[in-house]
């Protein structure tokens, strides 16, 4: 049980309850300042509440707007199936019409080395030098000439297997090699390039070792030796060459190293799919219906806000 000191020691005194008193004068002068404070936390918390509901409804106007920022009521179409069309920056495309035909598709150039007559990719190959150069050829299918913009020099170790010399040449730019299983007991080294006729390969033997059974010599990559594109003519079967896309818009002839095209149509992308030499119309037109629904959208969400 609690004793009441001060009560107890005031029993001869005044007779007043002491402790009441000082609970009394304490409450008088702490419950203003309490109730003071608990009011300027309800107004903050009402506050902050009101402050979240504003954040909560610029974060859905801005949501909003950046939706509209990365469409466009521009719609383009093609009218055939040789060549599609979208926009690709809606910040720059316009309404156009155009007449367009599809000469000729971008391809890479494919090299096949079948004639060395590999049954393993683990088959080994002697050793060497050999220069890739990434170029063009001065005719279709490594006839001719080659000039050369970027070469890289690769160092073959006697005794290398088809699938190491093939992740060699791999890590080459512009070169994709693989080892291909033919199916008829053999393996092919296949070397591809990029798309364009300026990205064509050309691989440069030298310094080769002698070759010794089992091992195959070096010099059966030399795509140099012959340069023409059939079985009996070359180590190096050119199989497909190395050219540009070529288009006809509005007549005119354009060729681009690529079939994904960016820089023909201000802000559209381009993409040949098939030869197609009949004249067919591409457009891009504004759909008015989407763009009143897109801007009534805005203007809704503007007005909550």
Do not use: C
Not at 144 to 164: I, K
Not at 232 to 247: C, E, F, P, R, Y
Request: charged share 15%; no cysteine; glycine share 6%.
């Amino acid at each position: 049980m609690a004793v009441d000191y001060l009560s107890a020691l005031n029993t001869k005194g005044s007779g007043l309850n002491i402790t009441q008193i000082v609970d009394s004068l304490v409450d008088a002068d702490v419950a203003p300042k309490k109730d003071s404070l608990n009011n300027q936390i309800t107004e903050k918390n009402t506050q902050i509440s009101a402050l979240a509901e504003v954040v909560a409804d610029l974060s859905s106007l801005q949501a909003d707007m950046k939706s509209l920022v990365n469409t466009t009521q521009l719609v383009p179409t093609s009218s055939s199936t040789a060549l599609s069309i979208v926009v690709s920056d809606s910040a720059v495309a316009q309404e156009f019409t155009a007449d367009v035909k599809v000469e000729a598709l971008a391809t890479a150039q494919t090299l096949v080395f079948a004639n060395a007559n590999f049954t393993s990719p683990t088959a080994t190959i002697g050793s060497g030098n050999i220069a890739v150069q990434i170029g063009s050829w001065a005719s279709p299918f490594g006839n001719g000439d080659f000039t050369a913009s970027a070469t890289t020099n690769v160092s073959v170790s006697d005794g290398t297997t088809l699938t190491a010399y093939a992740a060699q040449l791999d890590a080459v730019t512009g070169v994709n090699a693989s080892v291909l299983n033919v199916g008829d007991g053999t393996y092919s080294l296949v070397v591809k390039s990029e798309l364009g006729a300026s990205n064509a390969i050309n691989l440069t033997v030298s310094s080769a070792g002698g070759a010794t059974n089992p091992k195959t010599a070096l010099t059966v990559f030399d795509t140099n030796t012959n340069g023409v594109g059939t079985a009996g003519d070359a180590n190096a079967i050119h199989k497909v060459a190395a050219s540009d896309a070529h288009l006809k818009v509005d007549g005119v002839s354009v060729y681009r190293a690529t079939n994904s095209i960016s820089d023909l149509f201000d802000g559209y992308t381009v993409t040949p799919k098939s030869v197609n030499t009949t004249s067919f119309r591409i457009q891009s037109s504004i759909d008015a219906d989407t763009a009143y629904t897109a801007m009534n959208s805005l203007v809704s969400s503007i007005n909550v806000t």
